[in-house]
């Protein structure tokens, strides 16, 4: 079993607390635009409150541990592997709970290059323990504002996680996925969900539009955010968001497989 000692000098030495590898100005640059709602960073959330960019900051520092200065303007960003901890061992305590219950589960990642392997395992382990992992609207068509202009996604699932594919590129360049931030792919898995007559996920797990998409709807979301991510953490200040755990979910995949471990046996899903 891997300690929280153990966990905390890898969150440090990984890049995945601590210092991180997004910059300040990212960062600052995503609170303007969230204050601003632009719908590219309030990723399918519609805040029931007013945040200006003092509070966002205000907001970040408290959650991430990001530095609440405001003339601190460049650099790398930092947070606080406590608040990582502390927020892992919520996230487990809620997939405890779903096992419990045997809850209908909906996994999705927007970063399938860096966290498909986190979710897939623990896909794997509610699977073992009774849920029902939901694969909803696989092929489903999904048009997504990008950088590049509105371009056509498929929805697809691998080991019981949803991503999207570019449906222009051929399928030998669509693997493992696209990143996107959008809400539109859980709201298309939603909506097939519905037209199929359920069931319906009682938790959705995930990052970006996944989480504060179907947050927004009122299921229960627990997911993974960086210091650039300010929307999954005003939905947990607002209370649609239950869990938002800060990271940086940039780096190698396979560093996040001791949190893999420390989640799965904090939840008592190991087997």
């Given amino acids: 079993m891997l300690s929280t000692g153990a966990l905390r000098a890898h969150l440090l030495a990984a890049g995945l607390a601590g210092t991180v590898a997004t910059s300040r100005e990212v960062s600052l640059r995503s609170y303007r635009l969230f204050a601003a709602r632009d719908p590219r960073v309030t990723l399918g959330l519609d ?14 520092a408290d959650k991430c541990g990001v530095s609440d200065d405001p003339a601190h303007r460049s650099g790398p960003d930092v947070i606080d592997p406590e608040r990582t901890l502390g927020a892992l061992a919520a996230f487990a305590e809620r997939l405890a709970a ?11 990642t927007g970063h399938p290059h860096r966290l498909l392997g986190f979710y897939a395992a623990l896909a794997d382990a509610l699977s073992a323990a009774g849920c029902l992992v939901l694969t909803p609207a696989q092929g489903r068509r999904v048009d997504i504002t990008t950088r590049f202009g ?5 929805l697809d699932y691998v080991r019981g996680v949803a ?5 222009d590129l051929p399928p030998a360049g669509r693997e493992p996925g696209a990143h996107t931030h959008s809400p539109l792919p859980v709201r298309a898995a939603l909506e097939g969900a519905a ?13 970006h539009g996944w989480v504060c998409g179907a947050g927004q709807l009122g299921i229960e979301a627990i997911g993974l955010a960086d210091t650039d991510d300010p929307a999954l953490f005003v939905g947990e200040a607002e209370g649609q968001v239950s869990v938002a755990v800060p990271l940086d979910d940039g780096v190698r995949s396979d560093y996040y497989r001791p949190l893999t471990r420390y989640v799965l046996n904090r939840a008592c899903l190991s087997r």
Avoid: S
């Avoid at 991503?163 to 449906?167: E, H, K």
């Fill in 150 to 154: 509105v371009r056509t996604h498929l």
């Fill in 47 to 60: 805040p029931a409150w007013g945040w200006d960019e003092g509070e966002l900051l205000r907001l970040m």
């Fill in 195 to 207: 037209e199929a007559g359920g069931p319906l996920p009682e938790l959705v797990v995930g990052d």
């Fill in 98 to 108: 779903a096992a419990r219950r045997r809850a209908p589960v909906l996994f999705g």
């Fill in 163 to 167: 991503l999207v594919r570019d449906a």
